[in-house]
């Protein structure tokens, strides 16, 4: 496999200007590890600071600019994005293994995203009320909030910064963007399309750099309002603490341990279908993988064994090769997690279905056969979220064990019913305890203008997405006048 070209440039993004860090980091593409796909600089707390500084400085006066201004900044953002959506689908395949037609599509959705806020920045309106007293006028109108920190995890390296980007600008928010330390060159060439887009300085800034130091920096700011965190419930609870402490306001997108009900008159290869694609398609490095598959016990036997002959059928291999389904885990770190979880559940009596072995390709990368168990409600794969191939089958007598079942969790992002039963579909779409239900639909895979987020341990604050986005990226200011 040839090796693509090392982006060396990348940089800090603060005020309006590249910057240089004391310290450099490099980002290693995961199908075969000894290409190096970035080598970038890791900002330290002060680099963040000047950042946020100069955000907020910016902000008096982007806070006024025009709607029309914002929508042509998001616009042309938007256009370069979907202009550029495969060689940026390729850096992204190379930056953390997603497959290519994946990549692509994500870059794509990123285009999306910043076409769809910039219509946004222009429908804001308010609201008109009737007062109470005689002669009064009341209005609700929205203003920006002020200086957002947005923190992102690497799985989705351009739509979920996208998804936070564009809102923050289109609702007249200044940002500090720090992406995830194993995707820097895609939080780069984002932060390079956007610092081209005529923004004024000090509105948009990148640092890039680790949660701990960079990431703990915004958290820690009193210049930051907004606080936009998408990773892991344990990060997530410290940065709710923290911005609760100061005030700040704060949106948190977790991890899930999203169920795939499947029912008796289900169509089981329709079923199956949409259990191989919600729990192994990105390895289930997704927050809205479905990693227990509860299955009612009269299909049980058969939909297990078709789902492993799918299985066995996967292509896994290098994220780039035509005709692969699955690429590589995203770092070492995570194939040996997965690879521990194997152990857990082996250890812990759950039945062994298929896969779940490191495998070997032509090149040195984190590959691993997709594993699938025969679960009890009480094994550790049946309640923590794995982040990995690993997907466990759950028996239920009928309809409401398996309702049960799935809301038998501390996380309600995402769940799922293959089902003919309209009346089954429908009572599930209110009673799954979640924030988003799929009715013959994987749990992963949503649309960019639709309202995302979860609820219980799975998320906090307002809604990402769509119209809804600006209940976080607004706050709302009420007015009476004596007219
Ligand atoms: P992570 O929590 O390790 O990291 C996410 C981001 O937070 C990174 O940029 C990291 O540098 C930063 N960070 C870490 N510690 C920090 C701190 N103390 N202060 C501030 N920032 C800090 O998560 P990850 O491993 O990158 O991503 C995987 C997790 O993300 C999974 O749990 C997955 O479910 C979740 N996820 C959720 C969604 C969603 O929308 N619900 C989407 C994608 C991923």
Not at 23 to 35: F, I, L
């Amino acid at each position: 496999m040839i090796h693509g070209e090392i982006h060396q440039n990348v940089r800090q993004y603060i005020n309006g200007r590249w910057e240089t860090s004391a310290t450099t980091g490099v980002s290693a593409n995961p199908s075969d590890t000894s290409e190096v796909v970035a080598e970038y600089a890791r900002a330290d707390r002060r680099q963040v600071e000047s950042a946020i500084r100069a955000a907020a400085d910016a902000f008096s006066h982007w806070s006024h600019s025009t709607p029309q201004r914002r929508a042509d900044v998001l616009d042309r953002i938007g256009t370069e994005l979907l202009a550029r959506k495969d060689e940026l689908g390729l850096l992204l395949a190379r930056e953390v293994g997603k497959t290519l037609p994946e990549a692509v599509a994500e870059a794509a959705r990123a285009g999306q995203v910043f076409k769809f806020f910039a219509g946004e920045a222009l429908r804001g309106g308010g609201e008109n009320m009737a007062s109470l007293r005689a002669g009064v006028q009341v209005d609700v109108t929205r203003e920006p909030v002020g200086v957002a920190g947005l923190i992102t995890p690497w799985n989705s390296p351009l739509a979920v910064p996208a998804t936070k980007i564009a809102p923050a600008l289109a609702h007249g928010n200044c940002v500090v963007f720090k992406p995830a330390e194993l995707a820097p060159a895609c939080g780069w060439t984002l932060a390079e399309i956007i610092s081209r887009a005529a923004l004024p300085a000090g509105v948009f800034n990148l640092v890039m750099g680790s949660g701990r130091e960079a990431g703990q920096a915004l958290v820690d700011s009193p210049l930051v309002d907004a606080l936009s965190f998408t990773g892991s419930a344990r990060n997530g609870e410290r940065i709710l603490q923290a911005a609760a402490a100061r005030r700040a306001k704060v949106q948190l997108e977790m991890g899930g341990k999203n169920a795939l009900v499947v029912l008796a008159d289900a169509d089981i290869d329709h079923a199956v279908d949409c259990a191989v694609q919600g729990a192994y398609f990105s390895n289930g490095q997704r927050c809205t993988a479905s990693s227990r598959l509860i299955v009612e016990a009269a299909v049980h036997d058969a939909f297990v064994s078709r789902l492993r002959d799918r299985l066995k059928a996967l292509k896994i291999g290098h994220a780039l090769e035509r005709g692969v389904d699955v690429g590589p885990l995203v770092d070492e770190e995570r194939l040996a997690r997965s690879l521990a979880w194997v152990g857990i559940a082996r250890e812990e009596g759950a039945e062994h279905v298929w896969g779940g072995e490191p495998l070997q390709r032509a090149t040195a990368g984190h590959y691993m056969s997709p594993a699938l168990f025969l679960a009890t409600p009480g094994h550790r794969i049946a309640r923590e979220e794995i982040f990995g191939p690993l997907a466990c089958v759950l028996r239920a007598a009928d309809y409401d064990e398996a309702l049960a079942l799935c809301n038998d969790t501390p996380s309600g992002l995402s769940a799922g019913i293959c089902t003919n039963s309209l009346k089954h579909a429908m009572h599930f779409r209110r009673h799954a305890e979640v924030g988003m239900t799929m009715v013959n639909l994987p749990t992963a895979g949503v649309d960019f203008h639709a309202p995302f987020g979860g609820r219980k341990g799975s998320g906090y604050g307002p809604r990402e997405q769509g119209r809804h986005a600006a209940e976080f990226y607004t706050t709302v200011k009420t007015g009476y006048m004596l007219a």
